[in-house]
């Protein structure tokens, strides 16, 4: 028996009443399954990311088809919100399958994001300036510094993330220039996931609150320009609502599927056009690769996106600092043009540093959150 105040006691207690928590009825936790095209598509996702970073400004001598794909990576950051949404739904799952509190998930989550970006901003800030000084010193015979000019505030921004609320002019990404840009949308995921841990506050109320979180981001379009306060979610919501939609699909396929087709299409009207249609085809292929992802996600080519994915946050996190000094390396010696030595020699080479930091630095602070059942049925209790 269950002791008083466990929370699996309260969940117990709502099945033998027949009471539901709603789409936690058709979403059962399993940890017998996985999810393996995601991991795909989530790789997939960041090696289109880091070549729209690295490559952007880089193109010339391009062929125009993979220019055009290059310059459209900035999609990829949408697809991570999704993912991010799926990933985030399995996780609290457990919450709501009484298998765990509100306040370890959160716990958890943090952990999760707030390790690696620590280690990350260590090896950002103070690890590869000198190595670029080194490699300067030794290759040019200059005696260059690279450190930031950062004070010790300016470091307790970066490591809370609350430097994305700091006034800046442009995007997001300006307020964490120089040392790494791409930190904002780490800042807007955690405050997805306090959004996510106190909705977990009233399970039963659980995807009540999200659709209403759904419907501001909605409303928010109709605001005028400056309403919401800088480096709020609110603006990126609706992407990672598709990820919460994603997961529950399969047991309730119309209604997600209607959801999805009312975000992609408000996305498409308010945002950008080729956002909206992209979000909405990635997630009906996702939707329609569920029920066959064991015998899909056997292809070797997914297998390979897969694997990237495994260390995608740690690629996020460290494939713009590792630009510059991977950059000065390779060009010192190779004998490849600069647009092959760009694809065949750095980029590989910043993909497998960051996967071998990925196991020093990630990997302890990795709990997988894509297993689900692979077919969750309505009258499951």
Known sequence: ?????????????????????????IGRYSAGSRFRCLDAVRGAAILWIVCFHLLNDRTAGMIPFFT?????????VPVFFLVSGFALSAAAQRVLMGEKSPWDFFKDRLKRIYGPLFFSLVFAGFILPLAMQAAVLVLEGRSDSFFYSYGVLDWLSLITLARVFYPAEGGLNRAFLPINGVLWFVAVLVQMY???????????????????????WACAFFLPEGSLPRGFFLP?????????????????????????VAIGTFVSLKMRLDEGLFLMGVFFVLMGLRSKDDVISANPILRAG??????????YLLHVPLDDWVTTVMFSWSPLPALATDCL??????VLICFAWSQVFEKPFMRSNLRVQPHPRRNER
């Open 1 to 25: 028996m269950n002791p008083p105040g466990d929370p699996r006691t309260d969940v117990a207690k709502r099945s033998a009443s027949g009471a539901s928590f709603g789409p936690v009825a």
């Open 68 to 76: 055009a794909l290059v310059k459209l990576g900035r999609l990829g």
């Open 194 to 216: 306090a959004v996510i841990f106190l909705a977990l506050l009233n399970r039963s109320r659980y995807f009540l609150s999200l659709c209403i979180v759904t419907a501001a």
């Open 236 to 260: 990126c919501w609706g992407f990672f609502f598709l990820g919460v939609l994603q997961f529950y699909s399969p047991g309730y396929p119309l209604l997600c599927s209607a959801g999805a």
């Open 306 to 315: 897969s694997w990237v994915g495994g260390f995608a946050y740690s690629l």
């Open 345 to 350: 020699l750095i980029i590989p080479s910043i």
